[in-house]
């Protein structure tokens, strides 16, 4: 069975140490969003929304519906709405306590047609491993198959600045890595000698990597995101792979997205 089963879970423990009277807050979760709906309080100017003692948003009165969006995965958030009229006064305050889910798991991206790089595209996998790292946080490991073992794509080189270059014909483990994934996308059949890390962001549910590759004397910049989200199908990971004219020459388009064809999205399974 797909992961719908946690998709839309109802929360109704609501903390009591709050006056609530009129809001009547409900939350429902998906994976590590929360969405909100509650009744308009009369008087009320704003309704003000925290995770925990975190500010988030102050919203106008006649908004009674707000998604929070990229909580941390796998934690328990308590969720406060406050009702406040102009003079900043406390109306109503109500407080639910949400639990999230994770994004881990195995993704995929089937193509059914015969547009495919030679085959290469016939499908894309990719395998997500959420991370608690005490220096840089939580964020989602990514990586993919390469002859029966399952190798780091991201991070590539790890987080540290001033990574160094890596011979494409090294045999290590993030060559094999970078060129399994390369081949992939690269439709010109153009193999780089070397490659390093540029530049590397993460969020709770997002990554992106810079990777500069030397091919043909010139050194180019190849950017990577992996974006992950949920609707009522179920957990996604849009990839999207950029960079400029040359790399996109290089590219293969997504036959499935012509109006966005350097991105993926790929479903857990």
Known sequence: MKRALI???????????????DLHLKADVLINQVRLSWDK??????YDIYDGEAFITRLPSEQTSYTVEHLSQDAVHRIV???????????????????????????????????????????????????????????MEISIDVDGRRLVIFPLQG???????????SGSDVATAYLANCAKMNSLNITPSRFRTGSVRISTDSAFSEVVSHAMGLDISTTTSFTFGADEEGAWLDLSVDGPGVVRMALFDNPLSPDDPHTFRLRRI
Not at 83 to 102: F, I, K, Y
């Open 159 to 169: 987080f540290d600045e001033g990574w160094p270059w890596v011979d494409t014909d």
């Open 81 to 139: 709405l406050g009702a406040r009229d102009g003079a900043n006064a406390t109306l109503d305050a109500e407080a639910v306590s949400v639990t999230t889910a994770s994004y881990e798991g195995t993704y995929v991206w089937t193509n059914p047609t015969d547009d495919d790089n030679k085959g290469r595209m016939k499908e894309l996998v990719y395998h997500a491993r959420l991370v608690e790292d005490r220096e840089y946080g939580q964020y």
């Open 7 to 21: 998709l839309l879970i109802s929360i109704t423990c609501i903390i009591t140490t709050l006056s609530a009277r």
């Open 41 to 46: 309080v009369d008087d009320a100017t704003w």
